[in-house]
């Protein structure tokens, strides 16, 4: 039994989700962004209206994070940092509050899923301003979560969105109508891998013989 019970501890050690952040600031000039429009090449130190780096957020075999000016597609979205309510430092499109679009993904490695927990937005400067959020699993046309409405509270605070959307092929967020003058940040997710279906059978025996070991010595 105890065997069993060692083989169940390691299946959902190897099941365990792991939480990371994007965050894009809390003091100072972050190296986070590009100096190319496009996000590509090396990190350099952010500036307000600069675009970000296509690598920042990634973690190697885990999770690819990809910027997006939507209407302007060839462009990464942009930084700034303050006034967008009591954030700092954001990611924005550019264009205006009627004609704006951006988008980011979070695209898995080999064998994770994706689950997005949370984000917040805010309003520049310091508003109360409308948007849409529609966010998507990659590569479907149904979306797992809309929203339009307000975001921002003066300087007070920030809109939080709490999600918990999962999907295999990874996560889309896109906001728009304003995108411009609505920031997004603190970006929430959990990686978690894929059980195979030996592992996924493994940890369901051992939780059965588990389960039978505790009525046995309750008995």
Not at 78 to 92: E, K, R, S
Not at 196 to 214: Q, R, T, V, Y
Request: charged fraction near 15%.
């Amino acid at each position: 039994m105890k065997s069993v019970a060692l083989s169940a501890s390691l299946v959902f050690l190897s099941l365990s989700a792991h939480a990371y952040s994007i965050d894009f600031g809390s003091a100072g000039l972050p190296s986070a962004c590009a100096a190319a429009s496009s996000g590509v090449g090396d990190f350099t130190v952010c500036g307000a209206g600069i675009a970000l780096n296509q690598a920042y957020g990634d973690v190697t075999d885990v999770v690819d994070v990809t910027y997006t000016d939507v209407n302007i597609p060839t462009r990464s979205l942009l930084w700034w940092d303050t006034n967008f309510n009591n954030l700092y430092g954001v990611a924005y499109s550019s264009g205006s509050d009627g004609d704006s679009w951006a988008r980011i993904d979070l695209e898995p490695g080999s064998g994770p899923q994706v689950t997005l927990d949370s984000l917040r937005l805010g309003a520049y400067s310091n508003q109360t301003r409308a948007t849409n959020v529609v966010i998507y699993a990659i590569g479907e046309p149904t979306p797992l979560y809309t929203y339009a409405g307000n975001v921002g509270n003066g300087s007070i605070d920030s809109t939080l969105f709490d999600l918990d959307l999962t999907s295999a092929s990874g996560i889309r967020i896109e906001w728009s109508d304003s995108a411009a003058n609505v920031g997004i940040d603190q970006i929430h997710f959990t990686v978690t891998p894929v059980p195979e279906p030996g592992a996924a059978a493994l940890a369901a025996a051992a939780a059965s013989a588990l389960g039978a070991l505790a009525r046995r010595r309750s008995a």
